[in-house]
Each structure stands twice: as C-alpha cells, then as structure tokens.
C-alpha cells in the first residue's frame, strides 16, 4: 500500500516553454502532498504545500507564478514549471501524506535545453 | 522554525563493518520517520518510531527514538553495498503538514 506515481520520469524541453508533471497517490487519498526539489547528492529542498480544493502554500524564495501546482482531487496533484529555463533543470520528486508519513513518488528528471 | 541535524553528511565503509547514523533536534517531534534514497529515485519509507525510547529493527538495521523524542539514530550491522545510498530522518508534529527533513547521510559501502 500507500503507492504514488509520478509522470514523467525524464522531460526534456526547450527554454520558454512550459511542463507539466503529475503525482497521484495510487491506493489512498492525500488531502496534502508536497513538492520537493533535489540537487545533486543535497537533500530535499521543500518547495510547496499542495492542499486539495486550495492553494498551495509555497516556501519563501519559490515563485508562485512560475512553478504552477494544481491539487484538484484527493489523489493528484500537478506541478507545472512554466517559461522553462536550463536553470530549471533538476530532479523533482513529490509525496502524499498518510498519517504521520509520506510516501514518495519516483521523481521528475527535468531537463531544460 | 525546527531543525534537524544529521550526522554524518558522508560515510565510506567496507563490507561487513557496522555504522550509526545520528539525527539530533532541540525540538520534539511527535513521531520520526527514516527513509533510503537510491540515485534518480525517490525516497522509500524505511520505519516510523512514535513512542520515546521505542527500538524497531529490519533486518540488520536497528532504529531508535530518543526517551525525549528529540533524536533518533540508526545502526546498520554488517552493512553490505546494497545499503549504499542516501539516508534521511524526518520529523512530524502532526498527521498534517509538512515534515522537517535532516540534510541526509551519504553512505558507500564497498565490497
């Protein structure tokens, strides 16, 4: 139990255009899921609180307008990096909260070329 | 704002060696979560310690919560390259929320 998918695992695109990436809790609902950002061998940087049926609460120093997250049902959430650019380029990984834990989905490679 | 500390950031062993990687807070935490993250993957959910002073084993590893549930520490016993990757403690207060994170410990076992 307690599975979450991610979609896609790598994405390249082109500077200045926009990408879409879903998390879906696949054997729960997740009335919050989290969006996190890791750079190479780092930790996990935090990037934003998804709540369904509101907005997400973004971490100070995250731009709201760039990086678009939508929580639409109790087990999907999307994140969309909008005007890519190579300095976009990372690993972003989400998680569903059950209880206490979260519970990961596989990661987004994002490549921006 | 909670923290927590994680220590060591980088371990590099031999096959068979014991190790302990810490996780310390001035903030208590209603539960600690432990997690294994192998390169271009997600982090996977190894233990959840709720109670102080609570033990929980897997395997050859051992997770311990402290009395005053402000730290938390794990033991890998005869550790084995399969055990390479990277570690990471996590703290929660509620069933809600965002959960603090250590920086992680880097761990290399070579065979």
């Known amino acids: 139990g307690a599975v979450v998918s991610q979609h896609p695992s790598r994405v390249i695109c082109k500077s200045g255009t926009s990408v879409k990436i879903e998390c879906r809790s696949l054997?729960?609902?997740?009335?919050?899921m989290f969006w996190y950002r890791q750079f190479p061998k780092k930790s996990l940087m935090l990037m934003a609180t998804s709540n369904e049926g509101s907005k997400a609460t973004y971490e100070q120093g995250v731009e709201k307008d760039k990086f678009l997250i939508n929580h639409a049902s109790l087990t999907l959430s999307t994140l969309t990096v909008t005007s890519a650019h190579p300095e976009d380029s990372s690993f972003y990984i989400c998680s569903a909260r059950s209880g206490y834990e979260q519970y990961f989905g596989p990661g987004t490679r994002l490549t921006v070329t | 704002t909670q923290l927590l500390e994680q220590s060591p950031q980088f371990l590099s062993i031999q096959e068979g060696e014991n190790l302990t990687v810490y996780c310390n807070s001035s903030s208590v935490f209603s539960s600690l979560q432990w997690y294994r993250q192998e390169p271009g993957e997600g982090p996977v959910l190894l233990v959840t310690v709720v109670t102080g002073g609570e033990v929980k084993k897997l395997k050859r590893l051992t997770f311990q919560f402290g009395d005053a549930r402000k730290d938390s520490s794990l033991h890998i016993t005869a550790a084995q390259p399969g055990d390479t990757g990277l570690y990471l403690c996590?703290?929660?207060?509620?069933?809600?929320?965002?959960?603090?994170f250590g920086d992680g410990t880097t761990l290399t076992v070579k065979p």
């Open positions: 054997d729960f609902q997740a009335t919050t």
């Open positions: 996590a703290g929660a207060n509620t069933n809600a929320g965002k959960s603090t």
